[in-house]
C-alpha cells in the first residue's frame, strides 16, 4: 500500500512526488507544483535513469497542456513526451480543435466511455519499447487516462458487469473501469512475459476515486466527520504493485510506504545503488516510513498530523 497526498483528483501531485521524491507535506495547503513551482530543471528518477544511459519517455493519451505537462515534463528531464495529440490518427490531426473531447483523437482508436483506454495506452508502451535504440535502456512513465472522473454519465458503448443494485451508480462505474485495467494490465504482463530483455513493470495508483460518501461511510461504518486521523489516511491509501519478466531480489519494504519514497523502492528492485539525494530520502524513509500533505508515520506506528509540525518548528 501506498500513501498519496490527494483524494478524487489532482494526479499531478503523486507524479511529482513519486519521480522527484519530494514530498506535498512541505507545500503550502492546495499548491500543484507543476502550475505553480517548477519553473527550473528538477532531478527525478529520469535523471538518475539517464546516468545510466536510459532514455526516458512520458506518455499521457489525453491533451499535452493538461496540467501543463508539455512543458514540465523537459523539466524533469524526459527526452520525449507522447501526449493524446501523438495517439491521434492522421485523418483527424487536422480537424482537432482541442476541446478536451478525447475522441477527438480519432474513430481507429478504443475508448472507455469517452477517454482512450488504458489497453490501448499500454500498445503505445509496446510501440516504444519495439522502435527503441539496441541496446539502450528504456523508462516509461505511462499516466493512464481511461478512468477518471467524474462517473455520473452514462455511456452506451461501456457495458457495466458489475452491479451494486442501482445504490451506488458512481461506485459501480468506478468497479467496472476498474475491472477493465485489471484485464488490460493482465495483457500488458503477458506481453512482457514474452520480451527476453529483463523488464520491471511497477503499477501505481494516484488517488482513490470520487465516488459516493455515502459508500466510503458505509465501509468506514462511521461518518466520514468521525473519523480518527490514522482512518482519514485510508482515504490517502492507494494499492501499487511491481512485476518482472524475470526473478526479482528480496528488497525489504514496509507495509505502507509513501509516493515520495516509491520510486526509490523502483530504483532498489532494480538493482542501483542508492546514492546521493536518494540516499538522504531512505534515511528519512527509515525515520518516517509515510508522509502525505495531510500527516506524518513515525517508525513508531504513530501518526502525527500536519499542524502539530508545524507548531513544533
Not at 526516458?56 to 515534463?73: D, L, M, N, Q
Request: charged share 30%; proline share 4%.
Amino acid at each position: 500500500n501506498m500513501l498519496v497526498s490527494v483524494f478524487g483528483g489532482n494526479t499531478c501531485n503523486s507524479e511529482f512526488e513519486f519521480l522527484t521524491g519530494l514530498s506535498m507535506f512541505w507545500f503550502p495547503t492546495g499548491s500543484i507544483p507543476y502550475m505553480q513551482y517548477i519553473r527550473n530543471h528538477v532531478d527525478t528518477i529520469c535523471t538518475d535513469l539517464k546516468d545510466y544511459g536510459y532514455k526516458t519517455v512520458a506518455v499521457h493519451p489525453f491533451w499535452a497542456k493538461s496540467w501543463k505537462r508539455e512543458s514540465i515534463y523537459p523539466l524533469l528531464d524526459f527526452d520525449d513526451f507522447i501526449s493524446g495529440e501523438d495517439f491521434a490518427l492522421e485523418e483527424v490531426k487536422n480537424e482537432i480543435d482541442n476541446d478536451w473531447d478525447a475522441r477527438e483523437f480519432g474513430s481507429g482508436l478504443e475508448y472507455v466511455r469517452s477517454f482512450i483506454s488504458d489497453r490501448q495506452s499500454y500498445k503505445k508502451v509496446e510501440e516504444i519499447f519495439e522502435n527503441k535504440e539496441d541496446g539502450k535502456p528504456l523508462f516509461v512513465f505511462n499516466i493512464t487516462m481511461q478512468n477518471h472522473g467524474g462517473y455520473n454519465d452514462n455511456y452506451d458503448d461501456f457495458k457495466e458487469d458489475i452491479i451494486l443494485n442501482g445504490r451506488y451508480p458512481l461506485t459501480q462505474r468506478y468497479l467496472n473501469l476498474i475491472h477493465e485495467s485489471d484485464t488490460a494490465f493482465k495483457e500488458l504482463t503477458e506481453y512482457f512475459e514474452k520480451v527476453d530483455e529483463p523488464t520491471i513493470i511497477l503499477f501505481f495508483g494516484d488517488h482513490q476515486p470520487g465516488i459516493e460518501e455515502r459508500f466510503y461511510e458505509k465501509l468506514y461504518k462511521k461518518n466520514m466527520e468521525d473519523l480518527t486521523l490514522e482512518e482519514q489516511e485510508k482515504q490517502y491509501t492507494v494499492p501499487y504493485v511491481i512485476w518482472a519478466n524475470y526473478d526479482l531480489p528480496e528488497v525489504e519494504k514496509s507495509d505502507l510506504i509513501s509516493a515520495n519514497y516509491l520510486s526509490n523502492l523502483l530504483m532498489q528492485t532494480a538493482g542501483f545503488k542508492l546514492t546521493g539525494k536518494r540516499e538522504v530520502v531512505a534515511q528519512a524513509q527509515a525515520e518516517y516510513p509515510a508522509i502525505n500533505a495531510k500527516a506524518v508515520l513515525t517508525k513508531d506506528g504513530e501518526w502525527i498530523p500536519r499542524s502539530e509540525v508545524e507548531e513544533d518548528e
